[in-house]
Antibody, heavy 119, light 110 residues
Framework: QVYLVESGGGVVQPGRSLRLSCAAS????????VHWVRQAPGRGLEWVAV????????YYADSVKGRFTISRDNSRNMLYLQMNSLRADDTALYYC????????????WGQGTLVTVSS | QSALTQPASVSGSPGQSITISCTGT?????????VSWYQQHPGKAPKLMVY???NRPSGVSYRFSGSKSGNTASLTISGLQAEDEADYYC??????????FGTGTKVTVL
């Protein structure tokens, strides 16, 4: 059973930074690519970023490129998202999710952590 | 990275079949067979229903099936049931190694 538990969300002022974490268990974390996906209140899903199984490849949505950084620590089974220069339109529920084995498809999801950017 | 286009809503009566379309471009849906579909009930995390255009994960009902033609993928739900009422999203791998989701479709069981 795959478990992904996000943390680190909260209320933050525009222009400030926040780091999200995702603790993984129930699978061999170091073998899978992992993603961040967000969902603004009442809106659809928006893909944010992905990191390869070994951390060597990272890709971002245009909306967060240059502001957000995805990273992972395979020794701790942890995924991170460093978010800088936050804006009001970054307000969303942030999910972490892992890829299916060997396929670039998002499989299992956590329950999300809420980030609210407001003054 | 424009979102894939889905109809805002689709409805059907119990037992009927409905189809949700997902239109992209030659850089995403049309380029790869890495199209997936997710079901999301209110307040819940999304659930993978179909991957690689037409494959179902273990435990997903045979009533859910996927297909693709050119730049448009489709999800068909046959034998519609009350529990199928939810939001559905398509997702595709892209030529820039990113992912892109669809705009989402609200399915209503009449």
């Amino acid at each position: 059973q795959v478990y992904l538990v996000e943390s680190g969300g909260g209320v933050v002022q525009p222009g400030r930074s926040l780091r999200l974490s995702c603790a993984a268990s129930g699978f061999v974390f170091s073998r899978f690519g992992v993603h961040w996906v967000r969902q603004a209140p009442g809106r659809g899903l928006e893909w944010v970023a992905v990191i390869s199984y070994d951390g060597s490849d990272k890709y971002y949505a245009d909306s967060v490129k240059g502001r957000f950084t995805i990273s992972r620590d395979n020794s701790r089974n942890m995924l991170y998202l460093q978010m800088n220069s936050l804006r009001a339109d970054d307000t969303a529920l942030y999910y972490c999710a892992n890829d299916l084995s060997g396929i670039p498809t998002i499989d299992s999801w956590g329950q999300g952590t809420l980030v609210t950017v407001s003054s | 990275q424009s979102a894939l286009t889905q109809p805002a809503s689709v409805s059907g009566s119990p037992g009927q079949s409905i189809t949700i379309s997902c239109t992209g471009t030659s850089s995403d849906v049309g380029a790869y067979n890495y199209v997936s579909w997710y079901q999301q009930h209110p307040g819940k995390a999304p659930k993978l229903m179909v991957y690689d255009v037409s494959n179902r994960p273990s435990g997903v009902s045979y009533r859910f099936s996927g297909s693709k033609s050119g730049n448009t993928a489709s999800l068909t739900i046959s034998g519609l049931q009350a529990e199928d009422e939810a939001d559905y999203y398509c997702c595709s791998y892209t030529s820039s190694s990113s992912r892109v989701f669809g705009t989402g479709t609200k399915v209503t069981v009449l």
